[in-house]
């Protein structure tokens, strides 16, 4: 239940600014218009706006897109042939051969040849032919105008993603450090299960960044934070590399118990170290700031294992370059490039 308040949470803008513009899209075709139940309007509303969560605005104009073509297509058909059996089979082909025409992509043609179905299937005569249609392009347009100036994913939503991200990475090395330390083979299996389940928050930021550059990039009123919104998406390659490595390292640790190979104490405080490191890295996303502050600790923790004894086991020196993988991976994140990042680390000594 927790888990799905939070998702309601994150979503009771949407779901406020679809009813809200699905009612005003109802108003504008009845009382300005005065179309005789405008249907379409806050349909063509509820599905446009509904795609835009979490994709790109180009996703919710070609949805809007393929309602019109749709619509259109089933109005135009039911206006000259009426509706039926037959009639339904060729309005699907139409639709999608429409859809294909303009270049549609197989989101489009599914919306052209849903709606031109639901003309057919509900129109009560022809008398309200292209009404249909141009409530539907109503309400279309009119929610791709509320996606552009109210867009429902935050901006800040990447930036919050990302240090949701790190959080967890802070988590996981921490908790692989104390299973080396105690010995403890079945935390350690544990730790590595958290590790592989992390990818999914790393998804939804890759996602949240692409929906916030495309409502910088579209919205007039958004416009001039595009710098801001393009430095945090940014932190998504830095990140994922990280992620890869720390998976690695959670599995060569719980390699290390299993085949009970030497690791040398002072790898866990490496760790640990790293993990405050991280956990910092995260505070300062927390506070709407780029992690530039945390460079200097990263060159301190990969000076640092320079200098450590070298195992003599696999797992022990996999686990030892991981770290120092990560740390160059994470300098990425505060506006060092990667080459750059191997050469503020030393080699091992």
């Known amino acids: 239940m927790t888990s799905r308040f939070d998702r309601w949470r994150s979503r009771w803008f949407l779901i406020v600014q679809t009813a809200i513009t699905a009612g005003f899209a109802w108003f504008l075709a009845e009382r300005v218009l005065g179309h005789r139940q405008p249907f379409f309007a806050p349909v063509a509303v509820i599905i446009t706006l509904g795609m835009t969560f979490g994709q790109r605005l180009r996703r919710g104009v070609e949805v809007a897109i393929g309602v019109a073509v749709g619509v259109f297509t089933g109005d135009l058909f039911v206006l000259l042939f009426g509706t039926g059996l037959w009639q339904i089979m060729v309005v699907i082909v139409l639709a999608a051969s429409i859809a294909t025409l ?12 849903a709606q031109s179905v639901i003309v057919i299937t509900l129109a009560q005569g022809t008398n309200y032919a292209f009404d249909r249609w141009l409530d539907a392009v ?6 791709l105008l509320v996606a552009t100036v109210a867009p429902s994913g935050p901006i800040r939503r990447p930036r919050m993603l990302a240090a ?12 692989s450090a104390a299973a080396l330390r105690d010995a403890d083979q079945a935390r350690a299996d544990e730790v590595l299960e958290r590790a592989r389940a992390g990818e999914s928050v790393l998804t939804g930021f890759s996602t949240a960044a692409e929906e916030g550059l495309s ?4 919205s007039p009123f958004r416009r001039h934070q ?3 919104v393009q430095a945090f998406a940014e932190l998504y390659d830095p990140l994922d590399h990280a992620n890869r490595n720390l998976r690695v390292l959670a599995r060569r640790c719980a390699v290390a118990l299993w085949r009970e190979e030497r690791v040398p104490a002072v790898y866990p405080e490496l760790m640990e170290q790293l993990a405050e490191v991280v956990g910092f890295v995260a505070a300062e996303l927390h506070a709407r700031r780029l992690p530039t502050r945390a460079r200097d600790q990263l060159v301190a923790v990969g000076e640092r294992t320079a200098h450590v004894e070298l195992a003599s086991s696999i797992s022990g020196v996999v686990i030892l370059a991981q770290v ?3 740390t160059a991976d994470l300098l990425g994140l505060t506006g060092v490039d990667y080459a750059e990042a191997r050469q503020l680390i030393p080699e091992v000594a």
């Open 102 to 113: 303009l270049g549609a992509g197989q989101l489009m043609i599914n919306q052209a040849c």
């Open 138 to 143: 109503i309400g279309a347009a009119l929610a």
């Open 164 to 175: 949701e991200v790190l959080e967890q990475m802070a988590g996981t090395l921490a908790a």
């Open 215 to 218: 409502v910088v990039r579209y």
């Open 226 to 228: 595009l710098p801001g």
């Open 324 to 326: 120092r993988s990560m």
